[in-house]
């Protein structure tokens, strides 16, 4: 079996999973809203656990967590209760997730005094946070700002390997210099598009 075949199987296992946790989820008419707070509850504890210093359990919580981020808006289209506000409820609940697992680390850092990495953290949780706002803030201007990279997906799966194999300091490196680098390519980008448009 090749290495393509491999990882389309996985992709249609993945998908039949997915699909069915979303049906099962559907059938208990549970509202997507609820699926996405329970997702910022969970995240909750992986913060907990990354505040104790334990990064391999908090890895697994942040794994379930993506579940329910996963499902909300497709359980929603399936019950035909999509809406405005979950969109932008699920937008805002995101970003206290993301905040929620670099409190932890924070935690963590300053309990085990270490200064370096309190900052680094920082770097990371500024990046993502400004990676997010410097789109939505271009995209109430232009038409589309997707460019660069360290959207919530790839910093998600970053963080989750870097807690299972205790690798967080290079995640935290990852993210930190990458999201900050793509906030100033966003940032020329719709500067560029703007200027575009007004010479």
Known sequence: MGQNTITEWIGRVSGVLLHAIVRGLALTRIAPNYLTFIGLMINSM???????????????????????DMTDGRVARVTNTVSSFGGFFDSVIDRYSDLALYFGLLVYYARVNRFFYIVLTALAMTG???????????????????????????????????????????????????????????IMFTRSILQGREG
């Open 128 to 186: 993502s946070v400004m990676v997010s706002y410097v789109r939505a803030r271009a995209e109430s201007q232009i038409e589309s700002c997707k460019v660069g990279f360290m959207e919530r997906p790839e910093r998600i799966v970053l963080i989750i390997i870097g807690a299972l194999f205790n690798r967080m300091a290079p995640v935290l490196w990852v993210i930190a210099v990458i999201s900050n680098i793509s906030v100033i390519h966003r």
């Open 46 to 68: 992986a913060a907990v656990a990354f505040g104790y210093g334990k990064f391999f359990w908090a890895g697994w919580i942040i794994f379930l967590a993506g579940i329910f």
